[in-house]
């Protein structure tokens, strides 16, 4: 979708995602995110809190910068 390349030692499937959170959090500390994969196919990301609060600030600081853009605009 957006190119994005995942790594296969930072992945695994939703089963196992459910039942081994030792794992996740294993993997969440050495690879700083876990991609679940449903049939194959990533499903979700999942993130450290820090890493998310970080990425919300990001986009909530471009919007902050787009909403001006936009009504100059129009």
């Known amino acids: ?10 992945m695994m499937s939703a089963s196992s995602f459910s039942r081994n959170m030792n ?7 050495d690879k700083n995110r876990v991609v679940v994969l449903r049939n194959n ?9 820090e890493e ?3 990425m919300k600030s990001v986009m909530d600081l471009a919007e902050h ?4 853009q ?3 605009e129009r």
Do not use: F, W
């Not at 979708?1 to 930072?10: A, N, P, S, T």
């Open 70 to 72: 936009l009504i100059e």
């Open 23 to 29: 794992k996740v959090a294993e993997i969440l500390r």
């Open 65 to 68: 910068i787009e909403i001006p």
């Open 41 to 49: 196919n990533p499903e979700m990301v999942v993130l450290p809190v």
């Open 1 to 10: 979708m957006y190119g994005v390349k995942y790594e296969l030692d930072e």
């Open 52 to 54: 998310y609060e970080l």
